[in-house]
């Protein structure tokens, strides 16, 4: 662990390496404040790729596998503050659950895990241990999300009446797995992604989103599944109709084949007085609407924004920041929580922060029960999320 009072922490990583680009975002995130140093990881499958990895990336130490790292790790006076895991989501449970039963702190990349029943063991593990569980749902920590969520907090659109949010990319609206695609040969086979492969890839994106903005949780769910492109062996795409804990009702949308779209993430949330607007793909802007459809465009660096959004703003209006920024947004916030952790002072006091182990919790229980209506033509499925944030 990082010696107290040091501003940067030592941070570990599980996956990530060749071809990985998820792994690179996390990296880049890490270095972008300039609170972490990546000091040691498993890079590879065989210790030749890990090897080489870990020397392009200056890491000295570098591990066999998740299992000898742990326990090297935890007995090193220097040993890693946090882990990232940014492996294929079958193995998400047996490498989180090895750092956390040593109260080392995780940050696992969504699904948690394939089942809410590892899910759950893994949100005890670190309850137990103090360990910091974390999914980097980074959406969410875009700086105009932020203010979103906070605006609705205050009751600036009054009370909620629909919400409607889509992540809907065309990444995979051909069949890629049948060549070189290796990200998409495993996102598309479903003894390693999971048969409800669009839900835990992009639709836990979505409600998390969802969640985030409105402070709600689904209560109930009724979802189809379908598999847009011919021959894929998982579902592709999801239209899913919830029912929120104040009664609203709310559409998701989660597809990978919406042919020509972008990233596809949208978020819509109208209010008895008010409704707002953000969009992934123009993420520093939020417009928000009266009841007589006159816009109001908020941007990123505005003086009247909330705190919320504020000190996530690094070179002020006028200039973009996306995806890379967001988590480091990310980063940052979890690096106060695990200086804390280290040091042991109090975190700071923040409503709106990281989605936490429960959040990635919740996303499973998602895919279970949208999965469980699916097989009944659509039926509607009691959701447990509102129990799940109550302890219950």
């Known amino acids: 662990m990082s010696a107290r009072g040091d501003r940067r922490l030592a941070a570990g990583m599980v996956g990530g390496g060749d071809g990985a680009d998820i792994g690179k975002t996390h990296r880049h995130a890490m270095r972008l404040d300039d609170q972490y140093v990546l000091a040691a990881g498993v890079f590879g499958r065989t210790a030749d790729t890990a090897a080489r990895v870990a020397r392009d990336l200056g890491v000295d130490r570098v591990y066999r596998d998740h299992h000898e790292m742990a326990a090297a790790e935890s007995d090193r006076p220097d040993g890693v503050d946090v882990v990232t895991i940014a492996t294929p989501n079958d193995s998400h449970f047996d490498v989180a659950r090895a750092f956390l039963q040593v109260g080392i702190s995780v940050v696992c990349e969504k699904p948690l895990t394939r089942d809410s029943t ?14 910091i569980l974390a999914v980097p749902h980074c959406y969410s920590a875009y700086a105009m ?20 949010v889509e992540h809907a990319s065309g990444w995979a609206s051909t069949p890629l797995e049948l060549g070189d695609h290796r990200q998409a040969r495993w996102r598309t086979d479903p003894d390693v992604a999971g048969f409800p492969s669009v839900l835990s890839d992009l639709g836990t994106h979505a409600l998390h989103l969802l969640r985030y903005v409105t402070g709600l949780e689904p ?7 379908t598999t847009l492109v011919p ?7 999801a239209s899913v109709r919830l029912t929120l804990s104040n009664g609203a009702p709310a559409t998701l949308w989660a597809s990978m084949a919406a042919t020509g779209n972008e990233h596809g993430l949208r978020l819509r949330v109208f209010g ?9 793909e123009d993420p520093q802007h939020l417009t928000l609407r009266g009841r007589d459809g006159a816009a109001t465009i908020l941007a990123q660096g505005m003086g009247s924004l909330s705190e ?21 947004n990310f980063y940052r916030d979890l690096a106060d929580l695990l200086r804390a952790r280290r040091d042991g ?9 990281i989605p936490t182990g429960v959040d990635g919790l919740i996303g499973v229980h998602f895919v279970e029960t949208a999965a469980a209506s699916h097989a009944l033509d659509g039926a509607w499925v009691d959701a447990p999320s509102a129990r799940v944030m109550a302890g219950v």
């Open 118 to 131: 590892s899910s759950a063991e893994l949100t005890a593990i670190a309850e137990s241990t103090g360990a």
């Open 308 to 328: 919320d959004a504020t000190r996530l703003t690094r070179p002020g209006m006028g200039h973009p920041e996306g995806f890379i920024e967001a988590f480091a």
């Open 145 to 164: 999300v932020r203010h979103a969520a906070r605006l609705v907090r205050d009751g600036a659109l009054g009370d909620i009446r629909l919400v409607v």
């Open 345 to 353: 002072t109090a975190p700071p006091a923040r409503e709106l922060s």
């Open 272 to 280: 008895e007085q008010a409704a707002l607007e953000w969009r992934h």
């Open 231 to 237: 021959g894929r062996r998982v579902f592709d795409n």
């Open 219 to 225: 209560v109930r769910v009724s979802a189809e599944l």
